[in-house]
């Protein structure tokens, strides 16, 4: 998959498992799992960028006696969210574009 892409696919997914509820990093990663494989390394550059552009917010909580950082989706997180599946109908929609000759041959 083209990486452009597939960050752009990763940015969202980690917004949505923020969408209803703050969360932590390792706990992200478990809640992805059933639909998307991501690793720390992967993860936490993806957070920063999204932190950075406003998109998610961070709060630092004790746990355990350690920091753990706890992410909270912001508006324009949400907005991204949304502008996601209207652009998931148009890309839906060429995919069928693509395909309809494999179908018609099949």
């Known amino acids: 998959m083209d990486i452009q892409l597939k960050r752009g696919l990763l940015n969202v997914?980690?917004?949505a498992a923020i969408k209803n509820e703050d969360s932590?990093?390792?706990q992200i990663i478990k809640d992805m799992k059933p639909y998307v494989e991501i690793s720390e390394s992967t993860l936490y550059p993806i957070?920063?960028?999204l932190e950075a552009a406003e998109m998610l917010?961070?709060?630092t909580v004790e746990y355990?006696?350690?920091l753990r950082?706890?992410?909270h989706i912001e508006p324009p997180g949400l907005k991204r969210i949304e502008d996601f599946k209207e652009e998931w109908?148009?890309?839906a929609s060429i995919y069928q574009f693509v395909v309809r000759?494999?179908?018609s041959h099949e």
């Open 64 to 66: 355990n006696g350690r």
């Open 69 to 71: 950082k706890y992410y």
């Open 101 to 103: 000759e494999e179908e």
């Open 13 to 15: 997914c980690v917004l």
């Open 47 to 49: 957070l920063r960028r």
């Open 89 to 91: 109908k148009e890309m």
């Open 24 to 26: 932590y990093g390792y």
């Open 57 to 59: 917010s961070v709060r």
